[in-house]
């Protein structure tokens, strides 16, 4: 089972995960690539600051929907990070969950089995 970059938008997706799992095989594997936390501290202030408020600026100047950015910065600051998704992911009735950073923590890849 994939998901890339729409976890974030399943309205309850805690509940999401559950039905994954209730539809894949027992030793199957989740895939879940989705915006995340950035581990250095100073890089992510940094993000932070570009998603909060450059992004939107921009998007209002060239985009035909800027809305959509920002919803797209207010929810990956709301998502939870590595670990909290981590742990939700194995609430979910997952196994063996770890995961990979990309890009410094601006994306992460949840690998989980059943």
Not at 32 to 58: A, D, G, Q, W
Not at 73 to 97: F, K, M, T
Request: aromatic letters at 8%; glycine letters at 6%; charged letters at 20%.
């Amino acid at each position: 089972m994939t998901i890339s970059f729409g976890l974030r938008n399943v309205v309850d997706h805690v509940e999401g995960l559950r039905e994954m799992a209730r539809v894949t095989k027992p030793g199957g594997r989740l895939a879940v690539c989705e915006f995340s936390t950035p581990v250095n501290r100073p890089f992510r202030t940094l993000y932070m600051e570009y998603l909060m408020k450059t992004l939107p600026e921009v998007a209002r100047a060239v985009s035909s929907n800027p809305d959509a950015y920002v919803y797209l910065a207010e929810s990956i600051r709301a998502w939870p990070d590595q670990e909290a998704l981590a742990h939700q992911i194995a609430s979910a009735g997952w196994s063996n969950v770890r995961w990979r950073n990309l890009t410094g923590g601006i994306v992460a890849l949840h690998i989980a089995t059943l």
